[in-house]
């Protein structure tokens, strides 16, 4: 189990899932791509909730690089059902108009991911759905699957295939041209300056099938309530901001304590209703720092146990045994060979 904090993008677990679930369909092993991307099996189980966008960014790197496929995440996006939207996709599928559904996609896109938004607006007599992802290291894979899913999505919505008048993407054409355009079933442009889709605005008024005021109370409410809850920062993520500070990963219980105005007791209390204890918050803390710095060669391991806090390298290494299995050095050496 990881304990997440809560003002560090993430993605849902379900999507994260649904896109490990495609790629099995693709004929890639979850354990495999796991691996690679440096991901423990635990961490991607039912009972976690989310998982951070960096190690969601992992996932897509290893998952391309085994695909050795150019359109992985185009043929990704085309595996992905409502499902993996759940609350997200019960909301607009209540709403009354195109219109409606796609704002609850913008007010509520943080339950599914923290990776990019959606922007919808017009351009002359045409609207225009854009794409922004969240990062600037995202592969062209991120942006094929976001909008062949929302692509797919609204024509669930709707009931209709013709949707799209064009489409803009900012990379290049990969391959396959004639998959592009069977599935958009429009005019692409690549090497463009946005991600984006054209349609007619008319679609915008269109009632949708399966409006029910009702129920797009109920799921609204319930969406409410979650995106509440992930703009929360616990006294978990708290206590996870102060030690991930330059310099303050070794600080003790009652130094991280005076710091939120409170005694050391009275944080121990608070971390115990959570579940958890200040060790194992800190014991986190230096798993995640001591991955990241083994991913540097420049970083000796003897300096890594210094920055880590540990009085001797050997002590490091046994944590780090506890921790993955094997030594720093055998974990640096699996690296490379990968």
């Known amino acids: 189990m990881s304990t997440l904090n809560p003002s560090e993008k993430t993605v849902s677990m379900l999507w994260v899932r649904g896109l490990l679930t495609a790629a099995e369909q693709m004929g890639m092993k979850q354990s495999v791509i796991l691996e690679q991307a440096g991901v423990r099996p635990d961490e991607v189980e039912d009972g976690e909730s989310r998982l951070s966008l960096d190690k969601m960014v992992s996932i897509w790197r290893a998952g391309e690089a085994l695909s050795g496929d150019p359109l992985f995440g185009f043929h990704m996006g085309l595996r992905l059902r409502p499902t993996h939207f759940q609350l997200v996709a019960f909301t607009m599928l209540s709403s009354e108009t195109l219109a409606d559904a796609l704002e609850k996609i913008m007010k509520y896109q943080r339950l599914i991911s923290d990776g990019g938004e959606i922007e919808v607006n017009y351009e002359g007599e045409q609207a225009c759905l854009v794409y922004k992802p969240a990062r600037s290291d995202f592969s062209y894979h991120q942006i094929d699957v976001a909008l062949v899913a929302i692509v797919a999505f609204t024509r669930w919505l709707l009931s209709k295939e013709a949707i799209a008048i064009k489409v803009q993407l900012k990379h290049s054409n990969p391959a396959g041209l004639s998959e592009y355009q069977d599935f958009f079933g429009c005019p692409i442009e690549f090497d463009s300056d946005k991600n984006a889709m054209y349609f007619e605005p008319r679609l915008l008024d269109e009632r949708l099938p399966g409006h029910d005021s009702g129920l797009a109370a109920m799921h609204e409410q319930l969406a409410d309530t979650q995106l509440e809850r992930l703009s929360v920062v616990s006294i978990v993520g708290q206590v996870q901001q102060i030690l991930s500070q330059p310099g303050q990963m070794l600080l003790s219980r009652d130094e991280v304590a005076q710091q939120?105005?409170?005694?050391?007791?009275?944080?121990?209390?608070?971390?115990?209703?959570?579940?958890?204890?200040?060790?194992?918050?800190?014991?986190?803390?230096?798993?995640?720092?001591?991955?990241?710095?083994?991913?540097?060669?420049?970083?000796?391991?003897?300096?890594?146990?210094?920055?880590?806090?540990?009085?001797?390298?050997?002590?490091?290494?046994?944590?780090?045994?506890?921790?993955?299995?094997?030594?720093?050095?055998?974990?640096?050496?699996?690296?490379?060979?990968?």
């Open 260 to 338: 939120l105005a409170m005694s050391g007791r009275s944080l121990q209390r608070k971390l115990q209703e959570e579940s958890i204890s200040f060790q194992q918050i800190q014991d986190q803390l230096r798993h995640q720092t001591a991955l990241n710095l083994l991913n540097d060669e420049a970083s000796s391991l003897t300096d890594i146990a210094e920055h880590l806090g540990f009085s001797e390298s050997s002590t490091f290494y046994r944590a780090f045994k506890r921790w993955e299995g094997v030594t720093p050095g055998e974990y640096r050496q699996q690296l490379k060979a990968q």
